[in-house]
């Protein structure tokens, strides 16, 4: 009787014990909140940050919300021009539109003069001065410096960005870019894609007076350089 008894007592609890773990499961209030999973594959970046980790990109979203509201708040009823779609392309130019003296040269994607093919085709040689006139711009220069600068692009969708010295050296001396535009060290200028949007950084020249950052195709011709951890894993 005794067996039988304590068997039951023993039968009862382990149900009680299936049910309650049974019920942990099928409760949705019991299932631990989890970060949404999208944000595990949204790109994350932040002007100046190389943070990929899902943690901290949440913290700095908040932080980044909470900013983004006060701010609306402190300038409520000031619209920001500046903000425009990149992707739009530049306008294409035809050849027939361009002054004669540039319809000869090969053009970029867009139809405008794509000066560096023009040079490393060898259809144009530009002279460092005119006639007669002192050498200026490029010329006494003995310093050269033509190795190719990577910028690590926060940004999985993006390839990383090759600035090449050499192609830039052959138009402008350094003390153009060195140490006005950029400090002449690695990693040592902290600045955005925004920034050159805005005309900073390679916005000074880039959107003025060479290529523009708009477009696809021109946004390729900087991000140009494949890394290891593209697209969405
Ligand atoms: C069109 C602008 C431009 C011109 C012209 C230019 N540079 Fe640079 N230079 C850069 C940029 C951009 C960087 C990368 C800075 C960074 O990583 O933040 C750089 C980096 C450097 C570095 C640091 C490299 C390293 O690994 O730390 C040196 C040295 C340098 N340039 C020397 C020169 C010299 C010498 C000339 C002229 C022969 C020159 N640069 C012309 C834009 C320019
Ligand atoms: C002082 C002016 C100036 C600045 C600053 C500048 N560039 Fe340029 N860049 C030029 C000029 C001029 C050309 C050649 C004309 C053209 O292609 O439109 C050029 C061409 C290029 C090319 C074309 C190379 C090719 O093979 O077609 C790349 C890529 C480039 N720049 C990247 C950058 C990046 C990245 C930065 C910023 C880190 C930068 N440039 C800053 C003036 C500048
Ligand atoms: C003149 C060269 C140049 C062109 C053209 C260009 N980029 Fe960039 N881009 C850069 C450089 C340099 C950085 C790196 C800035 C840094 O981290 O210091 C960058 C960074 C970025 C980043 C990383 C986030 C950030 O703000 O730093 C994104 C995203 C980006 N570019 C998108 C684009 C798109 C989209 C286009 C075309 C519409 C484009 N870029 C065209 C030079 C260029």
Redesign the pocket.
């Known amino acids: 009787m005794r067996l039988r008894q304590l068997t039951g007592l023993l039968l009862f609890s382990l149900a009680a014990l299936a049910a309650s773990c049974v019920k942990e499961v099928k409760d949705v209030r019991d299932i631990p909140e989890k970060s949404p999973i999208a944000v595990e594959s949204v790109p994350y970046y932040q002007k100046g940050s190389l943070a990929f980790d899902t943690k901290e990109s949440i913290n700095r979203e908040k932080d980044a919300a909470a900013e983004a509201i006060k701010r609306r708040i402190e300038g409520a009823g000031k619209i920001d021009f500046k903000i425009f779609d990149p992707w739009l392309p530049p306008t294409d130019v035809k050849s027939e539109k361009l002054a004669a003296a540039l319809q000869f040269l090969p053009k970029d994607y867009y139809g405008y003069p794509d000066w560096t093919s023009a040079v490393q085709k060898g259809i144009i040689r530009p002279q460092a001065s005119l006639p007669g006139k002192a050498e200026t711009a490029t010329a006494g220069?003995e310093?050269?410096?033509d190795?190719d600068?990577v910028?690590e692009i926060n940004d999985r969708l993006m390839y990383n960005v090759r600035?090449p010295?050499k192609v830039?050296?052959f138009w402008?001396?350094?003390k153009?870019?060195?140490p006005a535009?950029?400090?002449?060290?690695?990693?040592?200028?902290v600045f955005s894609m925004y920034d050159i949007w805005d005309g900073k950084?390679?916005g000074r020249?880039h959107g003025k007076v060479a290529f523009q950052p708009k477009g696809y195709n021109n946004c390729r011709r900087c991000h140009s350089s494949k890394k290891k951890t593209m697209g969405i894993r």
Do not use: D, M, R, Y
């Not at 535009?181 to 200028?189: D, L, S, V, Y």
């Open positions: 220069q310093e050269t410096f190795e600068i910028f600035f010295h830039h050296n402008l001396s350094c153009v870019c060195h535009i950029f400090k002449p060290k690695k990693g040592a200028n950084f390679c020249c």
